[in-house]
């Protein structure tokens, strides 16, 4: 069974400009959710899709943004990049929301500003 | 506010010395304490749920207990392959799951 698989393996864009990030989950999950790993942090909360709509969202400005396709893939938009949002993103994905086995994840997009 | 602490931040051990990682919450409407695993330059990789107050789960070397308020992961006769990053969640009220800064460990062969 294919993981969950996220694309660019890495990303180096200039402050302004916009990054989209991509994301496939398992097959079947239908809960996609995005986290921001900044290099000595803890995982951040962004964003939860499940079934097409945004379900909740953490504490980030409007910039960060997101969809859901309806063969539940996901992309994550970030625009007017700024030097602070260098970082790995994570997509997750569950069979459905509260699942119990938690969340599966892909390796990341790690997303560099200069 | 929901909040997951991890202690220590950093611990070394010997091959075969045994020891814990703690992980303290604050949580309005537990759904369940996920443990992980995080190799470098990778995502996590998910060890085990825990539901409810005196529930125990075991993996190979790893033991995961959980309190009302800690959860705390028993590590026995380590390896060096089990160095990595151990990230300990909260699942909240909304579904949404918390994150601890975790715990680096490395062990020594």
């Known amino acids: 069974e294919a993981g969950v698989t996220q694309s660019p393996t890495h990303l180096i864009k200039t402050r302004g400009q916009q990054a989209t990030l991509r994301c496939s989950p398992i097959s079947g999950h239908t809960s996609v959710y995005w986290y921001q790993q900044a290099l000595g942090l803890g995982l951040q909360f962004l964003l939860w899709?499940?079934?097409?709509?945004?379900?909740n969202r953490g504490n980030f400005p409007p910039r960060f943004s997101g969809r859901q396709f309806p063969n539940y893939s996901s992309e994550l938009n970030v625009n007017a990049l700024e030097l602070e949002d260098s970082a790995l993103y994570l997509c997750?994905?569950?069979?459905?929301?509260?699942?119990?086995?938690?969340?599966?994840f892909g390796s990341g997009t790690r997303l560099t500003v200069v | 506010e929901d909040q997951v602490t991890q202690s220590p931040e950093a611990l070394r051990l010997q091959e075969g010395e045994s020891s814990s990682l703690n992980c303290s919450y604050t949580?309005?409407?537990?759904?369940?304490l996920f443990w992980y695993r995080q190799d470098p330059g990778k995502g996590p990789e998910f060890l085990f749920t825990?539901?409810?107050a005196g529930e125990e789960k075991e993996k190979e070397r790893l033991k995961a207990t959980l309190t009302k308020k800690e959860s705390f992961l028993h590590i026995t006769a380590p390896k060096p392959e089990d160095s990595a990053t151990y990230l300990c969640?909260?699942?909240?009220?909304?579904?949404?799951?918390?994150f601890g800064s975790g715990t680096r460990l490395l062990v020594r062969p």
């Open positions: 997750a994905s569950s069979l459905n929301r509260g699942s119990w086995s938690g969340y599966t």
């Open positions: 949580v309005s409407g537990l759904r369940g």
């Open positions: 969640a909260v699942m909240d009220s909304s579904y949404k799951l918390i």
């Open positions: 899709y499940d079934e097409g709509e945004e379900r």
């Open positions: 825990l539901y409810s």
